[in-house]
T-cell receptor, first 113, second 115 residues
Framework: QKEVEQNSGPLSVPEGAIASLNCTYS??????FFWYRQYSGKSPELIMSIYSNGDKEDGRFTAQLNKASQYVSLLIRDSQPSDSATYLC?????????????WGLGTSLAVNP | GAVVSQHPSRVICKSGTSVKIECRSLDFQATTMFWYRQFPKKSLMLMATSNEGSKATYEQGVEKDKFLINHASLTLSTLTVTSAHPEDSSFYIC???????????FGPGTRLLVL
């Protein structure tokens, strides 16, 4: 089992719809979770972080965390063509001297005008 | 958010030459920086963790003699790809932790093409 799993997609939604991106992780002790957006040919950009169970909203983005079920999701409301990108889920691994982000493979999102 | 720069943004070199990539934290100090490699349509692969004042920590399978890392100061880390070959052609990205150390801010990346 991979440490962080995402559906690679592509996920295709019409403009104005809600895009739902999901991520599961294997380390039950994980405490910090992140969503990054990466446009083609560019480096990742942090869009959301979440540390507690429940929802966290920032503009059109809502991150949801359920530690009991070991999943974290990202909802994008009123999707725009400019949201078309690859969304990377990352989970912070805090294990002694080996502290690093563990990355999912990313979900490709296409928002169609 | 914190700003991280990389230089150069793009480099083309001949096989067998060495290429140095710089990563700088512009408005904060970073005792740790991370170096990633990303092949087309693939996810990020952590290569190594750069530590100011000590040796870098390399991920399993990454040749430390080929990918030399030097964390010269609290704002600068460099990655040198020695004796580059076409299979080293990739997108190299550095990142640095923010105020909350779990958060990483990425540089714009360096696209390396080895002919």
């Amino acid at each position: 089992q991979k440490e962080v799993e995402q559906n690679s997609g592509p996920l295709s939604v019409p403009e104005g719809a809600i895009a739902s991106l999901n991520c599961t992780y294997s380390d039950r002790g994980s405490q910090s979770f992140f969503w990054y957006r990466q446009y083609s040919g560019k480096s990742p950009e942090l869009i959301m972080s979440i540390y507690s169970n429940g929802d966290k909203e920032d503009g059109r983005f809502t991150a949801q965390l359920n530690k009991a079920s070991q999943y974290v999701s990202l909802l994008i409301r009123d999707s725009q063509p400019s949201d078309s990108a690859t969304y990377l889920c990352a989970v912070y691994k805090n294990a002694g001297n080996n502290r690093k982000l563990i990355w999912g493979l990313g979900t490709s999102l296409a928002v169609n005008p | 958010g914190a700003v991280v720069s990389q230089h150069p943004s793009r480099v083309i070199c001949k096989s067998g030459t060495s290429v140095k990539i710089e990563c700088r934290s512009l408005d904060f100090q970073a005792t740790t920086m991370f170096w990633y490699r990303q092949f087309p349509k693939k996810s990020l692969m952590l290569m190594a963790t750069s530590n100011e004042g000590s040796k870098a920590t390399y991920e399993q399978g990454v040749e430390k003699d080929k990918f030399l890392i030097n964390h010269a100061s609290l704002t600068l880390s460099t990655l040198t790809v020695t004796s580059a070959h076409p299979e080293d052609s990739s997108f190299y990205i550095c990142s640095a932790p923010g105020t909350r150390k779990e958060t990483q801010y990425f540089g714009p990346g360096t696209r390396l093409l080895v002919l």
